[in-house]
């Protein structure tokens, strides 16, 4: 669902990169003004590195000719909170386009606001958190995780056709493009939704003190991690390095709604990945991720000690 540039005007793109450097400067000041728990911050590095993996995985969707990805915006906020997850879905948005040419540099305020503040921001608190509040379970993280998975990305989709249409680039029909568009990523978002809600209850079976809106969530005082630290660098490893081989070679839910609405419009993920570059680039961008989503919460909760000290 990464835009390309080709598909913005500047005035747009620099639009929705003001937008998003507000939406992270909130952020940024959420997670000082609230308790970040030092044991959460390698969750935080390892779980943004896990989502980078799984966003090389594209899965065929049945009877379309097209694929999907994972975005992972409520996977993350359901380990970590709104704001931390959204900064580390930046944090692996900024890494796909300056390393992998995954989303144009024009268009990094529209991803980064289409896939990261959308879900984390505003579809978390508004959908996830209430589904959840008091005493999550199994059932209510699934419900929850469906539904605001499915609506972030039904969201994030519908954005982006709204950010096409204002740039003015392109000759795309608006009612044809939203029609191509909103359908996919419905059930691009369904399938998101289950595969979160199996991570979600899995950790919460390991360590319901993992998950953000479990009542013990902000406190891991004395509570070891590190089992589930192991379960998710395996997994990252396994999913950028094993699964990544086996990604599926149609477009995209936007190059497929693109193909479909007009011909000759450049897609956001142009060209042809061999199996081992996919899985070389997973491992080294989620190695990457984890270094820069753990390290902005480490320098993070380090401020924040040192201004409590004075």
């Given at each position: 669902m990464h835009m390309a540039d080709a598909l913005l005007s500047p005035a747009v793109g620099l639009a929705m990169d003001a937008v998003s450097v507000a939406a992270i400067g909130i952020s940024v000041a959420k997670v000082k003004r609230d308790e970040l728990n030092e044991k959460k911050i390698p969750v935080m590095g390892l779980a943004g590195a896990m989502v980078f993996a799984g966003q090389m995985v594209n899965f065929t969707i049945p009877a379309t000719g097209s694929s999907g990805h994972i975005c992972g915006g409520i996977l993350l906020a359901g380990l970590l909170g709104g704001?931390?997850?959204?900064?580390?879905?930046?944090?692996v948005l900024i890494i796909q386009c300056l390393f992998f040419a995954d989303g144009g540099l024009l268009a990094l305020g529209c991803n980064i606001f289409n896939i990261g503040a959308l879900p984390c921001l505003l579809i978390y608190p508004l959908i996830f958190k209430p589904f959840c509040k008091g005493s999550p379970d199994n059932r209510s993280l699934s419900i929850a995780s469906v539904l605001s998975a499915t609506a972030g990305l039904s969201l994030g989709a519908f954005c982006i056709v709204i950010q096409t249409l204002l740039s003015g680039v392109t000759a795309l029909p608006f009612s044809t493009f939203a029609a191509l568009m909103l359908p996919i990523h419905f059930v691009i978002g369904l399938i998101e939704g289950t595969v979160t809600a199996a991570v979600l209850c899995f950790v919460f079976k390991m360590r319901p003190e993992l998950i953000d809106v479990s009542p013990s969530g902000k406190n891991l005082?004395?509570?070891?991690?590190?089992?589930?630290?192991?379960?998710?660098?395996?997994?990252?490893?396994?999913?950028?390095?094993?699964?990544?081989?086996?990604?599926?070679?149609?477009?995209?839910?936007l190059e497929w709604a693109l193909e479909k609405a007009a011909s000759g419009i450049p897609g956001p993920e142009a060209g042809q990945k061999t199996a081992a570059g996919t899985s070389a680039a997973?491992?080294?961008?989620?190695?990457?991720?984890?270094?820069?989503?753990?390290?902005?919460?480490?320098v993070i909760s380090k401020v924040k000690k040192s201004r409590r000290i004075k």
């Open positions: 704001a931390p997850a959204f900064l580390s879905l930046t944090a005082n004395g509570v070891s991690i590190k089992k589930t630290l192991v379960v998710l660098t395996v997994a990252t490893v396994l999913t950028g390095g094993a699964l990544s081989l086996f990604a599926s070679a149609h477009p995209d839910g997973g491992l080294i961008g989620a190695a990457i991720t984890f270094l820069l989503a753990g390290s902005a919460g480490l």
